[in-house]
């Protein structure tokens, strides 16, 4: 029985049982607590908090991605990045007795399994559970293996780890290999790890609440979450003792075996099943990059790249064998031979990019471990390991493997917190900072109803004042505070869009003006935060709340021209196209997508183009509320770091382009009046920039374009159209002078300066050294004008040469063949030189090159002295 009838099997057995059978979600959760789908059960969440209760069974196939057990993919028979997990679910209906025995009839009856190959474990004080296999199932008792709450219950060591909350014992099914495989020992049980007993299956009775340490209270309501892996329940089925040896793995296993020059057997394992799980991540809009899920798909990614680089493939393949996967999975997953093409193109683009960063940081890499292992170290600078990662993209777990294999560690605590300091240099920090609502429950009483779509003002009831952690009854002070109102027509900050700014204010004696600077939002509570300008602010006051007009129109202007350019980004380059943040401010727009390379000015202009014919055509913008799923159906846009509620909002733009969103819009197009790109750029691999003005700014910069325009013409003394035309010529006249200076440099250099310091050199024990810093500021003129001096000695000359600028000292070091010939390497004098000034180096034995940050200007005589310093130790 092949993969897909086993799929097939399982879930037509239990849409006879009564279940709902739902498709495999995306391998990105609806869940933002957690980066990828990695179990079948992700998707029921809300059914079993009790949040939705239309369906009481269901079934599913489950597509998976998890890392806990990376580093043993390829090792193990049956470990793996990217699998399928067949599961049924119990959402308060039937229990125990029904899903063992649903379990046990679909293994006997439906996949013909022998029961002599079967046996059970049970958590063990589930007596329940082991009377049912034993009575109702009639398993022997040598066949049903009790064990403690770490192996049969979930989460692993619930009763006494924790964490708090539903939680029960599991009951596992194995297959047994027999007495012949794995450790061949009399005592062998599903407990041993030698192979023998292979798990295939996991039912979870979700029975109880934890509530303290060994502190299990019975739930009302229990429920059933198995899980059973395709791919296992396969090997099993298809009589494999490994995973990697079914039909849908098998072919790509053999097709990287036939490119690959070794034959690592694991290797070539753990290479597939990562492609595999970069294939779906891919295809389901997870692009690699240096944050959250990207990182973990660049992480996947490139260690199957080192992979294919140990065992002697230096250039791309993987993305040659996205076809493969997609023939091998397109029966249950027929999306993946339809972006197959983009998926390559990804995977091909970080192929390069993985080799260029290796080129560029293996040189830094292996010559500090040349340095360290000269000296008989065992600890690797964490510093460099840093720079390798924060310069070069090098990938830690790449570096960690490297120096492992070279017997060389790092210090660990020293690294996190290189990385902990670069996080905190980068992380924003908010100016208000609401922490009383964060840490405890908010009273419904503080909830906010937002009418801001329809309304620019309002009658309104101040229900809390809030300042630091506190919720005071009164306020008079001039310092930052924020308000709490029964409804509000601010629209707070959410969804990249920026918030409404405007005023609270009431007339009267006890009249107040209050200015809202900025407006947030935690759970259902909206919080206007600001000063107060005149008067005092008191609870239960009533008020009139303004927004500013002008800045929610230029706003709305901004948010529908991110849509419009979201379906021009689309149309002009691909479906593919997915955001991955975005900024909405008055008359700008900044926004971040998934694509593998840098738009070219062409298609700028194109995608520039076609969203002000979007603007010209005046479109009508509507927005309406549907079930989650049926807008989904529908082709509406999500962005998938949103948590969306089962009703959503969806903005449309007449024949343009549907998303989900929450934001605030033009009612028709051409109220945007025109859209301008300022600027595309890479916001880290994988995902790019477009920044863009709208409206009265795009009018701005484009006037003041058209006057720089004009003044640029008249300083270069031609007509507008000419132009271009001029600038040509002039560049091209630039580059002559700059090759004839350069030549006339160089010959300067050779006829007069190099008799000079020829003539002026350190002799130290028959080595003769010149040094000296170049008048010249051309890091290629001071390459040539070493092989100029070169070439005018014979024997025992050493060469350093050095510029500086105001930002760093750069040195070039050459020596006659006879004297790296004696031992005396220009690569370990420039590596011990540029150490000392906190630098780098890298090159040959008889050439290296290296630099420094110039944090002060380093003298001639400075120089000599660390030279000095460094030679004498070599003679």
């Not at 939705?52 to 028979?77: F, H, I, M, W």
């Not at 739930?219 to 059973?228: A, E, F, V």
């Not at 930002?807 to 590596?831: A, P, Q």
């Not at 002060?856 to 130790?873: G, H, P, T």
Request: glycine share 6%.
């Amino acid at each position: 029985m092949d993969t897909n009838q086993i799929r097939k099997e399982f879930l037509l057995f239990f849409e006879s049982k009564g279940h709902k059978v739902f498709p495999s979600d995306s391998l990105v959760p609806k869940d933002t607590t957690l980066l990828f789908t990695s179990a079948g059960m992700n998707q029921f969440k809300e059914y079993f908090l009790g949040i939705k209760k239309d369906v009481k069974r269901a079934a599913s196939s489950q597509k998976c991605l998890r890392t806990q057990d990376l580093d043993k993919v390829g090792k193990t028979p049956y470990h793996h990045t990217f699998f399928e997990m067949l599961g049924n679910f119990s959402f308060g209906d039937y229990f125990k007795e029904e899903a063992i025995s649903w379990a046990w009839e679909f293994l006997t009856r439906n996949l013909n399994l022998r029961k002599e190959n079967l046996c059970v474990s049970v958590y063990e004080d589930d007596e329940e559970a082991y009377n049912l296999w034993k009575e109702k199932i009639g398993l022997p008792s040598e066949k049903i293996f009790k064990f403690g709450a770490k192996e049969n219950f979930w989460p692993s060591n619930a009763p006494r780890d924790g964490p708090n909350g539903p939680c029960g014992p599991c009951s596992e099914i194995f297959f047994d290999w027999g007495k012949e495989t794995g450790c061949k020992k009399p005592s062998c049980n599903p407990s041993c790890g030698c192979g023998r007993f292979v798990e295939v299956w996991n039912l979870v009775f979700t029975q109880f609440n934890r509530v303290g340490l060994n502190k299990l209270e019975p739930l009302p309501s229990k429920n059933i979450d198995t899980g059973m892996g395709l791919e296992r329940i396969s090997s099993v089925i298809q009589g494999k003792f490994t995973n990697f040896d079914i039909d849908i793995i098998k072919p790509l296993v053999e097709e990287i075996r036939k490119i690959v020059e070794k034959k690592d057997l694991g290797l070539i394992r753990a290479i597939a099943d990562h492609l595999r799980a970069v294939v779906f991540a891919v295809g389901d809009g997870v692009y690699p990059s240096n944050q959250e899920r990207g990182y973990v798909v660049r992480r996947i990614l490139r260690r199957a790249l080192w992979f294919s680089f140990n065992l002697g493939r230096k250039t791309p393949f993987l993305h040659q064998l996205v076809s493969l996967v997609a023939e091998l999975m397109k029966e249950p997953y027929p999306e993946i031979s339809s972006k197959q093409k983009i998926i390559s193109q990804v995977i091909l683009a970080e192929e390069e990019k993985f080799l260029e960063n290796l080129e560029r940081g293996k040189q830094l890499l292996f010559s500090q471990i040349e340095e360290i292992c000269r000296k008989k170290e065992k600890i690797f600078p964490s510093s460099v390991v840093f720079k390798l990662y924060d310069t070069y993209g090098f990938p830690l777990e790449l570096t960690s493997f490297i120096l492992k294999e070279k017997g060389l560690k790092t210090e660990e605590r020293e690294l996190k917190a290189l990385l902990e300091k670069q996080k905190e240099t980068s992380r924003a920090k908010s100016k208000f900072e609401p922490t009383i609502f964060i840490e405890k429950k908010i009273p419904v009483d503080y909830s906010t109803e937002f009418l801001g779509y329809e309304k620019e003002s309002l009658e309104v009831r101040i229900k809390a004042i809030v300042k630091g952690r506190e919720i005071l009854e009164s306020y008079s002070s001039d310092e930052e505070v924020a308000l709490i109102l029964d409804k509000t027509v601010f629209y707070p900050a959410s969804g990249g869009q920026l918030s409404d700014k405007g005023r609270i204010e009431k007339e009267g004696e006890e009249g107040f003006l209050f200015e809202v600077t900025n407006v947030e939002k935690v759970e259902e509570v909206i919080l206007h935060i600001g000063f107060l300008k005149k008067g005092k602010l008191y609870k239960n006051a009533q008020a009139l709340a303004f927004i500013d007009g002008r800045r929610r129109k230029a706003l709305c202007r901004a948010h529908t021209s991110t849509h419009l350019l979201q379906a021009g980004l689309r149309k002009i380059i691909g479906s593919h196209i997915q955001q991955q943040g975005s900024l909405v401010d008055e008359d700008y727009l900044r926004f971040d997508f998934s694509h593998f390379k840098s738009l070219s000015q062409e298609e700028l202009a194109k995608i520039e183009e076609e969203v002000n014919n979007y603007i010209s055509q005046s479109l009508k913008v509507s927005f309406y509320y549907l079930p989650f799923l049926e807008a989904k159906k529908g082709g509406a846009l999500a962005f998938f770091e949103e948590k969306y509620q089962d009703l959503v909002r969806v903005v449309e733009v007449e024949g343009v382009s549907k998303e989900l969103c929450g934001g605030t819009h033009l009612t028709n197009t051409s109220q945007a009046l025109v859209f301008t790109i300022i600027s595309e750029s890479s916001v880290s691999s994988g995902i790019r920039r477009i920044e863009a003005w709208v409206g009265e700014k795009a009018y701005k910069q484009l006037s003041w374009a058209k006057e720089k325009l004009k003044t640029i013409s008249s300083l270069l003394k031609t007509q507008e159209e000419g132009l271009e035309e001029e600038l040509a010529r002039l560049l091209t006249f630039n580059k002559a002078l700059n090759k004839e200076v350069y030549s006339l440099r160089k010959k300067i250099l050779e006829e007069i300066e190099a008799k000079k310091f020829l003539n002026n050199y350190l002799e130290i024990k028959g080595i003769k050294a010149v040094i000296f810093e170049s008048p010249y500021k051309n890091e290629k003129l001071l390459r040539d004008f070493l092989d100029i001096l070169k070439k005018k000695t014979q024997d025992n000359f050493v060469f350093l040469g050095f510029i500086q600028d105001q930002e760093k000292i750069v040195l070039n070091i050459t020596s006659t063949e006879d004297v790296f010939r004696k031992g005396i390497s220009s690569k370990e004098i420039c590596l011990e030189i540029t150490k000392k000034l906190g630098g780098w180096a890298g090159g040959r034995e008889d050439f290296a090159f290296g630099g420094a940050k110039a944090k002060e200007k380093v003298s001639l005589s400075k120089i000599k002295e660390l030279f000095l310093e460094v030679i004498k130790d070599k003679l």
